[in-house]
């Protein structure tokens, strides 16, 4: 009886070994998958993690989409294993046309993709003037696929980079009837007393259109005070 004991612990000893020794071999990934999403090859401006990718990899028993986000300079980055896979745009996430067609990524170490896609609006020119506790804000929207109308322009300033419509110190919304496409706007914006006194302040315009949950930006500005 004991000796069965003894067997009994010394198969489950070297099961747990054997477990523990393939958990250490395990390969993590090492290879780097890094994009920009673009329009005529310029990136856009997005809501930090607003907008997710998909990669999906065939011919696995484990099938599972492994998701990417976008930062809100329109880069982004995953590590994976080498191999094939398919890039998805989820519908209705991103403030463009849905596109329907995967991408076909193959990663052998470093790759690097542009993403193109096809946006309702676009914001062009944006500069930003400071004068006492007012900011001037120039900029231009421009119609791409105007089937959706344009919902409103939106000017956000905050503390960080990380500025948007959800991270904010302040907004000015100028109304979609107001603006003229491809006319240049200007707005004066009051500075939010809790930017008072800073030496930069960050700000962005965004565009949002009917229908769509997600603005498109400018890129995060820099401004002295």
Known sequence: MKLNIIKSCLLLFLGIVAISCDYDNFEEPKSTLSGRIVYEGEPLGLRSQGVQLE????????FQKIPVYVAQDGTFSAVLFDGDYKMTLIRGNGPWLDRTDSIDVQVRGSQMIDVE???YYTVSEPTYTVNGSTMTVNFTVNGVNTNNALEFAGIYLGRTSLTDA????????????????????SVDVPIPGGLAGRSDVYVR??????????????????VGL
């Open 205 to 222: 315009v965004g565009v949002k259109t009917i229908g769509i949950q997600e603005q498109l930006y400018s890129q995060v500005g820099n």
């Open 55 to 62: 990669l999906w990899q065939h011919g696995y028993d484990l």
């Open 117 to 119: 896609v096809d946006p």
């Open 166 to 185: 959800v991270r904010n110190e302040g907004a000015s919304i100028v109304a979609g009837g107001d603006i003229t496409l491809g006319t240049p706007v």
